[in-house]
């Protein structure tokens, strides 16, 4: 257990000085792509968040276009800097999540992909159909952040300096959601999962446990809505779309939603092999179609199963030979 | 009065066209426990079928929406074949399967006939029908009979044959089917069968209406999946029932204010009755 803990900080170590060094060496668009990616993982990391209770929700994309949308009226069009949109709109959309969560934690399997992914959609048909204050197709346009307001010191429309703004946020974020999977309360949400009569009889409340699961996973998809638009200037209903939420899907279960770690080796694989894959971009789709096939016929718990899965069946081909030896 | 009945036969042929969609998807979850996302693809698929063979081979209409059966029809077997059987009945397995063949499906259409082109299917029946001082094209109409006639040969199928009502029964309980001597395999086959095939009947009779695109399955298979949870998932009649609900209110509010405002009624109207009664208008409280 302790050398255990020491290994892992000796990889996070090494992680974060790649991190903080990495920019200085790449080009403007790759320091983009990895902003991008942080954004990415916020977002596939609280997905699990609620998937730990057993909702796999078809809103969260949309719950991640409230946040964009209520950072881009709050620092938009009232002027609120920067520092205190970011929560609010992630309260927005934790307050959004809580709200149709009522009705979909009474749902279960097909009702809640369903209802989940028709909540998500009428929530992104107002932004199309209430052209005020919404802006309809075209969408809203979204100020730079300041670090201190009218006070010109970080110029956060630079690929650098916003890239480690998101990298704080990202960090901040990630041990938040770290602390709540281990706490009791992320303990008492997976039993909601694995076996709710069970966690019922002990005096579990599940939906209220479901409910803010949904809340919470909102709250920080929302958080990754605001970095994605204060980095991109502008927002439209269509990037909120259901395409998203397909490749959402198949990031979390390639790699796993089991683990705290799985979702981000997932979006972080899919990632790189989609760069690798920029020339023949039309094909990706397909590819990330047949990847997520093979995935849940050959390895259902995903990426994350692949380690003790191969020692597992190492085991078992050493075991044969003992056998044959015998 | 006349924007009453007109209001009606509008009505009648939008829940005609839900039911056609939704009914096939509705059967797949029952007797599967898949969650077909790829259902809109097999409409889509459809309706190219009728494009290339009607549009553009010049075939007859009625052949065409034959062959857009038969070829969607096979598709979701090979694909229940190769793929959802491999989810073993696992709800959220078979979703994102489901979500990997619609990836697979759109980039295959897209890069055969392109995306940016417009594809148009000319209407076959371009006369006016008048029925009492109340007007549509033939070509919406036929939807309503094309309905009627294929849900008709459905219920016969379910009801008379024995491979139907053995399908009816694994639906209901695999294990005690499966001692009765009917293959669930069996039953999941002829139901991705039945259920495509009747994705590729809708997919075909709107090819002259819609606009066919690669993307077209999205916006219907979302109405498809409101109707099937509004009737309660596997039921067939609760599908139809929902289906005429929803059709009707679609209407109304499309012509009374904008389409955008119907899909977001329907939408709640399903949310409000899933908080209300989470196994649909028809379906049986689980005990």
Not at chain 2, 84 to 106: C, D, E, K, T, W
Not at chain 2, 248 to 266: E, G, K, P, Q, R
Request: a positive charge.
């Amino acid at each position: 257990m302790q050398k255990n803990n020491v290994n892992r900080s000796v990889w996070l170590t090494i992680l974060a000085i790649i991190m903080v060094v990495a920019p200085f060496t790449i080009s403007g668009y790759k320091v983009d792509s990895l902003t991008m990616l942080m954004v990415n993982v916020i977002l596939a990391v609280s997905f699990r968040l609620i998937t730990t209770t057993g909702g796999w929700s078809l809103a969260h994309v949309p719950m991640m276009g409230v946040g964009a949308y209520a950072t881009a009226l709050i620092s938009g069009k009232l002027g609120i800097p920067f520092w205190f949109s970011m929560p609010l709109a992630g309260l927005a959309a934790g307050l959004t999540g809580l709200s149709i969560s009522y009705p979909l934690v009474r749902t279960k399997d097909f009702s809640f992909f369903v209802a989940s992914f028709a909540a998500g959609e009428a929530i992104r048909l107002c932004w199309i159909r209430f052209k005020v204050p919404f802006g309809g197709h075209r969408g809203l346009g979204v100020p730079i952040p300041e670090l201190i307001p009218g006070v010109p010191a970080l110029d956060f429309s630079e690929a650098i300096p916003y890239y480690f703004l998101t990298l704080v946020v990202t960090i901040i974020c990630l041990s938040l959601m770290y602390r709540v999977d281990n706490s009791r309360i992320g303990d008492s949400m997976k039993a909601v999962q694995s076996q709710e009569a069970l966690a019922k009889s002990v005096g579990i409340n599940a939906d209220g446990y479901k409910m803010l699961a949904f809340s919470i996973g909102s709250f920080f998809a929302g958080i990754a809505g605001v970095l994605l638009a204060h980095r991109l200037w502008a927002i439209e209903p269509h990037q909120f779309g259901f395409t998203t939420t397909l490749y959402l899907l198949v990031w979390v279960v390639f790699g796993g939603s089991h683990t705290f770690a799985g979702p981000v080796i997932g979006v972080v694989v899919l990632t790189i092999l989609g760069e690798v894959l920029r020339p023949l971009a039309d094909w990706v789709p397909m590819v990330y179609g047949i990847i997520i096939i093979l995935t849940l016929i050959f390895l259902p718990d995903g990426l994350e199963s692949l380690p003790s899965r191969l020692r597992s069946s190492a085991g078992k081909i050493w075991k044969i030979r003992i056998s044959f030896g015998n | 009065m006349e924007f009453l009945w007109q209001t009606i036969l509008n009505g009648l042929m939008t829940s005609s066209f839900y039911a056609l969609i939704a009914v096939g998807l509705s059967l797949v979850f029952g007797v599967m426990h898949i969650v077909n996302f790829a259902h809109g693809e097999f409409y889509m698929i459809g309706a190219y079928t009728v494009w290339v063979l009607f549009a553009l081979l010049h075939w007859p209409f009625f052949i065409a929406v034959g062959a857009a059966i038969v070829i969607v029809g096979l598709l979701g077997l090979v694909s229940e074949r190769l793929i959802f059987r491999h989810a073993h009945g696992n709800v959220l397995s078979g979703f994102i399967m489901s979500v990997g063949l619609v990836f697979i499906l759109q980039v295959a259409v897209v890069e055969i006939w392109g995306v940016g082109k417009m594809k148009p299917v000319p209407a076959a029946f371009p006369q006016i029908l008048n029925i009492g001082g109340v007007s549509t094209s033939w070509q919406r109409f036929i939807v309503l009979p094309a309905t009627i006639i294929l849900l008709w040969a459905l219920w016969y199928f379910l009801a008379k044959f024995r491979v139907g009502r053995g399908l009816r029964a694994s639906a209901q309980d695999p294990e005690a089917a499966a001692l009765y001597g009917i293959s669930p395999k069996k039953s999941a086959a002829v139901a991705m069968l039945l259920g495509s095939a009747m994705a590729g009947a809708a997919g075909a009779f709107m090819a002259p209406i819609m606009s066919v695109h690669p993307y077209m399955g999205h916006s219907v298979v979302w109405t498809a999946f409101v109707v099937v949870i509004v009737g309660g998932a596997g039921n067939i009649k609760g599908t139809i029932l929902a289906a005429l609900i929803f059709g009707f209110l679609t209407t109304i509010i499309t012509t009374l204010l904008d389409s955008t405002i119907a899909n977001l009624v329907n939408t709640l109207v399903m949310l409000v009755i899933l908080a209300i009664r989470p196994q649909g208008v028809a379906g049986h409280a689980e005990e």
